[in-house]
């Protein structure tokens, strides 16, 4: 929205900086707007798409009057203000002309919101889209149905999910479902509700409900029609399966009963080994964190030109919290700069000038505690946020330095070290291993319970329950709790929302006391696959970002320890990262590059195939709990139902180790009955809520390792068959069905197939099984191997051993 209006008024937006110790910013000083002149009479506008054609300019001016001077000349500003640390910026629809004229008479003009070029970018892009449309109108969309599925969700109520993608990819394409009541009804006796158009980094994914839809009865059929004339029906399937039932009546759960800092996370894991000594040991990772302290620091100031604030060199807990500084206005007239300093004390003496006002500016002051060696031992100083620091200062008491940490003093201020819970009764590597880890992400609360319930229930139903003897005795588990304890500290004494750990990468410019809530490193941003700094989307290289990347590729010692682990114990082949909230089932690959969307490589057909299978199990086991259902629309990759998230743990451990890994959004949507509606639980919910959040998820963890012992016993070949699809006259068209996940290897010109010959892949994201095309009569040669690697008919595709499957696929007649 633009305004020409004149007179905007000075404190619509307050020139003020939110400083940490309840400190407010006074006005700027008023300076004279310059004084304008007949040459910024405003010259006929023309488009932004002509040669000389205007811009969106900033324009900083000292203050309000240059504001409103603006105004009066006539100026087309945008309705937008920001204070910097030396006037106000504002933005101007400016020609080329009156962009000089602006300059000539004083004003800082400086680079463009946008420009020509941009607004001819939007332009074709615009007409590019239009021209798709319209080709999209010309003809009939094909619509390829995802998923089509019922659940019941908390309190047995009933949900409809659906995805189908339509050929037609612009925006005015409307897709409709409706459902009937079951078999044999009426098609639209169950309702009908149009559909949302998925898209992510500016790409169509599919379309689907925002949230799913309530049902009365359950569904048989649904019919999806497009407002392109494109129409499908399929089959309503169930989502999950019956919930699992408690493990035996001796079965015990519930060992949580608040949240934990990982103070008190760690000595619950070392206690469980201490008790359980045959089947456990504590793995201490060689990274020790940088550990819950900061240095300490005062501000002194309200104003940005005239503030300053120290920093001091050693640690608040290692003596930063026992230095004072204070600044002192000397009596005496033409008094000079200077600086003592008696113990922790330091005392800066401010310059007067001849008649005894205080003349030092805080970049003086700066300089002067910097170059003072006794000084400079103790603390450094900086002007506020890279401002010149050109104000007076004025005098101030001697204000003791603080870290600002209000943990209690349990909460060691010293490195931390991570620890690590082995489960198993043979520990020897020579059992698979699945690694649990939890807390990433300092503010999610409830998700080293769940990595802790999931522990004690292995460990204390190890004698009486035989399927937890069977988990415990046939794998070796691997419990983190928490990855991130200094973060988590922070958040749960601090400040709650602290996502990241507690390193401070930031320079001067963004380390003052007030940036201390954004300080940090995403750990699950700081891993070396498909990182920021390869590239890839999803990160952010702002020190005070909340997807901080870090300075460089596992530049933390928690994400290195993570590696370390899966490096140090290769049996690892499956893992579980535990995140909130949201209730989502993701895994790799999970970062793409912009602008192009360009995906790090998908799993292949089988793994895929592998990782929905297994979903089953696990969120039903999640389900048994209280009924909580993840939800279709919320499981599967990262990207395809989330985001890109560069640098991610998971794709970490998939792409350079092979592990299998999934990653957990504790905490689903709750279904509130009253309001018919969903309702989100955040990252700290009731500890009532968090509780159960805890209590259903652990039971997916026990599922995990359940899948886990299954792979490591699967000695049984998988069987494949090989189907025509279409026939014609020409060609033939043929797909393969197989009774487990597994990867189907084929030729097409007679050879023995390997492990080298083509691989059946999917159609197309969340899609059915390629459809392949011959155009002759031809001998299909195939052969299947699972995921544990058991080869169908017991081939050996490495030697040629054994027999592959064959069957000739016949172009002509009918099927």
Same mark, same amino acid.
């Given at each position: 929205?633009?305004?020409?209006?004149?007179?905007?008024?000075?404190?619509?937006?307050?020139?003020?900086?939110?400083?940490?110790?309840?400190?407010?910013?006074?006005?700027?000083?008023?300076?004279?707007?310059?004084?304008?002149?007949?040459?910024?009479?405003?010259?006929?506008?023309?488009?932004?798409?002509?040669?000389?054609?205007?811009?969106?300019?900033?324009?900083?001016?000292?203050?309000?009057?240059?504001?409103?001077?603006?105004?009066?000349?006539?100026?087309?500003?945008?309705?937008?203000?920001?204070?910097?640390?030396?006037?106000?910026?504002?933005?101007?629809?400016?020609?080329?002309?009156?962009?000089?004229?602006?300059?000539?008479?004083?004003?800082?003009?400086?680079?463009?919101?946008?420009?020509?070029?941009?607004?001819?970018?939007?332009?074709?892009?615009?007409?590019?889209?239009?021209? &798709?449309?319209?080709?999209?109108?010309?003809? %009939? =969309?094909?619509? $390829?149905? !995802?998923? /089509?599925? +019922?659940?019941?969700?908390?309190?047995?109520?009933?949900?409809? &999910?659906?995805?189908?993608?339509?050929?037609? %990819? =612009?925006?005015? $394409?409307? !897709?409709? /479902?409706? +459902?009937?009541?079951?078999?044999?009804?009426?098609?639209?006796?169950?309702?009908?509700?149009?559909?949302?158009?998925?898209?992510?980094?500016?790409?169509?994914?599919?379309?689907?409900?925002?949230?799913?839809?309530?049902?009365?009865?359950?569904?048989?059929?649904?019919?999806?029609?497009?407002?392109?004339?494109?129409?499908?029906?399929?089959?309503?399937?169930?989502?999950?399966?019956?919930?699992?039932?408690?493990?035996?009546?001796?079965?015990?759960?519930?060992?949580?009963?608040?949240?934990?800092?990982?103070?008190?996370?760690?000595?619950?894991?070392?206690?469980?080994?201490?008790?359980?000594?045959?089947?456990?040991?504590?793995?201490?990772?060689?990274?020790?964190?940088?550990?819950?302290?900061?240095?300490?620091?005062?501000?002194?100031?309200?104003?940005?030109?005239?503030?300053?604030?120290?920093?001091?060199?050693?640690?608040?807990?290692?003596?930063?919290?026992?230095?004072?500084?204070?600044?002192?206005?000397?009596?005496?007239?033409?008094?000079?700069?200077?600086?003592?300093?008696?113990?922790?004390?330091?005392?800066?003496?401010?310059?007067?000038?001849?008649?005894?006002?205080?003349?030092?500016?805080?970049?003086?002051?700066?300089?002067?505690?910097?170059?003072?060696?006794?000084?400079?031992?103790?603390?450094?100083?900086?002007?506020?946020?890279?401002?010149?620091?050109?104000?007076?200062?004025?005098?101030?008491?001697?204000?003791?330095?603080?870290?600002?940490?209000?943990?209690?003093?349990?909460?060691?201020?010293?490195?931390?070290?991570?620890?690590?819970?082995?489960?198993?009764?043979?520990?020897?590597?020579?059992?698979?291993?699945?690694?649990?880890?939890?807390?990433?992400?300092?503010?999610?609360?409830?998700?080293?319970?769940?990595?802790?319930?999931?522990?004690?229930?292995?460990?204390?139903?190890?004698?009486?329950?035989?399927?937890?003897?069977?988990?415990?005795?046939?794998?070796?588990?691997?419990?983190?709790?928490?990855?991130?304890?200094?973060?988590?500290?922070?958040?749960?004494?601090?400040?709650?929302?602290?996502?990241?750990?507690?390193?401070?990468?930031?320079?001067?410019?963004?380390?003052?006391?007030?940036?201390?809530?954004?300080?940090?490193?995403?750990?699950?941003?700081?891993?070396?696959?498909?990182?920021?700094?390869?590239?890839?989307?999803?990160?952010?290289?702002?020190?005070?970002?909340?997807?901080?990347?870090?300075?460089?590729?596992?530049?933390?010692?928690?994400?290195?320890?993570?590696?370390?682990?899966?490096?140090?114990?290769?049996?690892?082949?499956?893992?579980?990262?535990?995140?909130?909230?949201?209730?989502?089932?993701?895994?790799?690959?999970?970062?793409?590059?912009?602008?192009?969307?360009?995906?790090?490589?998908?799993?292949?057909?089988?793994?895929?195939?592998?990782?929905?299978?297994?979903?089953?199990?696990?969120?039903?086991?999640?389900?048994?709990?209280?009924?909580?259902?993840?939800?279709?629309?919320?499981?599967?990759?990262?990207?395809?139902?989330?985001?890109?998230?560069?640098?991610?743990?998971?794709?970490?451990?998939?792409?350079?180790?092979?592990?299998?890994?999934?990653?957990?959004?504790?905490?689903?949507?709750?279904?509130?009955?009253?309001?018919?509606?969903?309702?989100?639980?955040?990252?700290?919910?009731?500890?009532?809520?968090?509780?159960?959040?805890?209590?259903?998820?652990?039971?997916?963890?026990?599922?995990?390792?359940?899948?886990?012992?299954?792979?490591?016993?699967?000695?049984?070949?998988?069987?494949?068959?090989?189907?025509?699809?279409?026939?014609?006259?020409?060609?033939?068209?043929?797909?393969?069905?197989?009774?487990?996940?597994?990867?189907?290897?084929?030729?097409?010109?007679?050879?023995?197939?390997?492990?080298?010959?083509?691989?059946?892949?999917?159609?197309?994201?969340?899609?059915?099984?390629?459809?392949?095309?011959?155009?002759?009569?031809?001998?299909?040669?195939?052969?299947?191997?699972?995921?544990?690697?058991?080869?169908?008919?017991?081939?050996?595709?490495?030697?040629?051993?054994?027999?592959?499957?064959?069957?000739?696929?016949?172009?002509?007649?009918?099927?």
């Amino acid at each position: 929205m633009r305004s020409s209006l004149t007179g905007i008024r000075a404190g619509r937006l307050a020139a003020g900086l939110a400083l940490p110790l309840a400190l407010t910013f006074s006005a700027l000083p008023v300076l004279a707007a310059p004084t304008p002149s007949p040459s910024s009479v405003v010259p006929d506008h023309q488009s932004s798409t002509a040669k000389d054609g205007v811009a969106l300019l900033r324009v900083v001016v000292p203050d309000e009057a240059g504001v409103d001077q603006l105004n009066s000349m006539g100026i087309d500003l945008a309705e937008y203000k920001k204070p910097l640390g030396n006037g106000i910026e504002v933005h101007a629809v400016l020609s080329p002309k009156e962009a000089n004229d602006l300059r000539e008479q004083g004003f800082d003009v400086r680079g463009p919101i946008s420009d020509p070029s941009d607004v001819a970018a939007n332009q074709a892009e615009r007409q590019s889209a239009i021209r &798709s449309a319209d080709a999209a109108e010309a003809q %009939t =969309d094909t619509l $390829t149905p !995802l998923r /089509a599925e +019922w659940f019941t969700s908390v309190e047995d109520q009933r949900f409809l &999910s659906v995805e189908v993608k339509s050929s037609a %990819t =612009d925006a005015e $394409t409307v !897709l409709t /479902a409706t +459902w009937d009541s079951g078999p044999g009804t009426a098609p639209g006796s169950g309702g009908t509700a149009t559909m949302s158009r998925f898209t992510d980094a500016g790409q169509y994914m599919y379309h689907r409900f925002n949230t799913p839809v309530t049902l009365a009865a359950t569904p048989a059929k649904v019919t999806i029609t497009s407002s392109r004339g494109g129409t499908v029906t399929v089959p309503v399937t169930k989502w999950l399966g019956e919930p699992r039932k408690t493990p035996s009546k001796h079965y015990v759960a519930d060992f949580v009963d608040h949240y934990m800092d990982p103070t008190e996370v760690n000595g619950r894991i070392t206690s469980l080994a201490k008790e359980f000594p045959k089947l456990t040991q504590i793995v201490d990772l060689p990274y020790k964190t940088n550990g819950y302290r900061r240095a300490a620091q005062a501000q002194f100031g309200t104003v940005a030109t005239s503030t300053l604030y120290v920093t001091s060199k050693a640690y608040g807990s290692d003596g930063g919290n026992d230095i004072s500084v204070a600044l002192v206005k000397p009596d005496a007239a033409s008094s000079p700069l200077s600086v003592s300093v008696t113990g922790k004390d330091v005392v800066v003496s401010l310059a007067t000038d001849g008649s005894a006002a205080i003349s030092s500016t805080a970049r003086q002051v700066v300089d002067a505690l910097n170059a003072d060696a006794g000084a400079s031992a103790l603390l450094s100083a900086s002007t506020y946020r890279g401002n010149p620091g050109a104000g007076k200062v004025a005098a101030a008491p001697a204000a003791k330095l603080t870290d600002n940490l209000k943990a209690p003093s349990t909460i060691s201020r010293e490195p931390f070290q991570m620890k690590a819970l082995r489960i198993g009764k043979k520990r020897d590597g020579s059992k698979v291993g699945v690694f649990l880890y939890c807390q990433e992400h300092a503010r999610e609360w409830v998700t080293p319970l769940v990595c802790v319930e999931a522990a004690e229930r292995l460990l204390r139903n190890y004698a009486n329950d035989p399927r937890t003897k069977k988990l415990v005795d046939d794998l070796d588990i691997f419990v983190l709790p928490t990855v991130n304890p200094d973060g988590a500290h922070y958040s749960m004494y601090d400040y709650n929302m602290q996502r990241k750990n507690m390193t401070n990468h930031c320079a001067a410019n963004a380390g003052d006391p007030a940036s201390r809530n954004s300080w940090g490193v995403d750990l699950n941003r700081n891993f070396s696959v498909g990182s920021l700094f390869d590239g890839y989307s999803g990160a952010s290289a702002s020190c005070t970002g909340s997807t901080f990347a870090g300075p460089a590729e596992l530049s933390e010692p928690e994400t290195r320890n993570e590696v370390w682990l899966t490096h140090q114990y290769p049996n690892i082949k499956f893992a579980m990262n535990t995140h909130s909230y949201g209730g989502y089932f993701m895994w790799p690959p999970g970062a793409y590059k912009l602008p192009d969307r360009d995906l790090l490589p998908r799993s292949d057909f089988g793994t895929e195939n592998f990782f929905w299978d297994a979903s089953g199990h696990i969120l039903s086991s999640v389900q048994a709990w209280r009924g909580t259902a993840i939800w279709p629309g919320r499981t599967g990759p990262v990207p395809d139902v989330l985001y890109s998230a560069a640098g991610n743990s998971a794709d970490e451990h998939w792409f350079n180790r092979g592990i299998i890994g999934w990653d957990f959004e504790v905490g689903a949507d709750v279904y509130n009955q009253t309001t018919k509606g969903f309702q989100a639980v955040g990252f700290q919910p009731q500890f009532t809520e968090g509780h159960e959040e805890a209590m259903e998820f652990a039971g997916g963890q026990i599922a995990i390792l359940e899948v886990a012992r299954a792979f490591a016993a699967d000695k049984q070949d998988p069987e494949s068959k090989l189907q025509v699809t279409a026939r014609t006259g020409t060609s033939a068209t043929f797909t393969f069905t197989i009774d487990e996940p597994a990867n189907i290897y084929y030729t097409l010109d007679g050879s023995r197939p390997t492990l080298s010959s083509p691989k059946l892949t999917s159609s197309g994201m969340r899609e059915g099984t390629q459809q392949i095309t011959v155009n002759e009569t031809t001998e299909v040669h195939w052969f299947a191997m699972d995921i544990a690697g058991n080869v169908e008919k017991n081939y050996r595709p490495d030697t040629g051993r054994g027999d592959f499957r064959k069957q000739k696929v016949e172009i002509g007649g009918t099927l």
